[in-house]
């Protein structure tokens, strides 16, 4: 969907080539939203500009295919110049995720619009500063975590001492509250994780290896989405 006041970041599935255990991405990201997956991003730190604007076209394919351009989301992470090659060849990608080290958003705004989803990552604790002193009128949602340390992402939460520090569901709690837009949570999430996490108000969690690494990715996607759906809040 690319709508950015209608989006749907409840059941957010990240991956690329490196998390799939040697499977196509485009078939896992396929089991993912017909089990209900809402928001797909592509992700790889190994694949080349070429790759990730094949995948991203795999992407929206599978999700045509499937009739669900209209509610599916599909971002990029990182990559504005490939999110850009894509929309020039055509492709219906709906926009970019990026940390805060990553091409500022205002430079992703600028090139990608005002109907573009820009999601941005930040450490739990900087983003209550964050919160306080920046304007995020131009930012979609916020991606928070690591909620458990991952070998997915080993860098995720480490702080100056090169300890990885977790976020608790009260911080979370916390930060939904203050911020004026939605949090998404992910960072090590499992099954088991889905239900207290839906009670703090985010608007939804990430995955990656829950579903990519599964020996059954579509079941492992639709209890997960079943899960946020018995357990999540409307605010
Ligand atoms: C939804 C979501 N949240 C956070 C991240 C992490 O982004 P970043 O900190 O830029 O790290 P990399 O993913 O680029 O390694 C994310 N990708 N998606
Ligand atoms: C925290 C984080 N940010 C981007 S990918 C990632 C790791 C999530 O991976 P997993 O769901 O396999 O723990
Ligand atoms: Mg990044």
């Not at 939904?176 to 499992?190: D, E, N, R």
């Not at 985010?202 to 639709?222: H, T, W």
Request: aromatic share 6%.
């Amino acid at each position: 969907m690319s709508n950015r006041k209608k989006f749907d970041i409840s059941a957010y599935f990240v991956v690329g080539p490196e998390n799939t255990k040697g499977r196509p991405v485009e078939q896992i990201i396929k089991e993912a939203i017909e089990a209900g997956f809402t928001c797909v991003q592509i992700r790889s730190k190994i694949a080349t500009a070429r790759e990730l604007i094949q995948l991203t076209d795999q992407a929206a394919q599978v999700i045509a295919k499937a009739g669900k351009s209209q509610d599916v989301t599909l971002l990029v992470n990182d990559r504005l110049d490939v999110v850009l090659a894509a929309k020039s060849q055509g492709i219906k990608v709906d926009g970019i995720h990026v940390g805060q080290w990553d091409i500022p958003v205002d430079v992703c705004r600028k090139y990608l619009g005002q109907e573009a989803i820009i999601g941005l990552s930040a450490r739990t604790n900087e983003i209550f500063d964050y919160i306080r002193t920046e304007d995020t009128s131009q930012i979609d949602y916020f991606g928070v975590g690591p909620l458990h340390e991952t070998m997915t992402k080993p860098d995720c939460g480490l702080d100056r001492d090169g300890k990885v520090v977790t976020r608790s569901f009260e911080e979370i709690s916390k930060l939904v509250k203050l911020s004026k837009i939605p949090v998404v949570v992910g960072g090590g999430v499992k099954l088991t994780d889905i239900a207290p996490l839906a009670q703090t108000g985010a608007a939804g969690f990430f995955v990656v290896s829950a579903v990519s690494e599964a020996d059954n990715p579509k079941q492992a996607a639709a209890e997960l989405v079943k899960a946020w759906r018995l357990n999540s809040v409307i605010l």
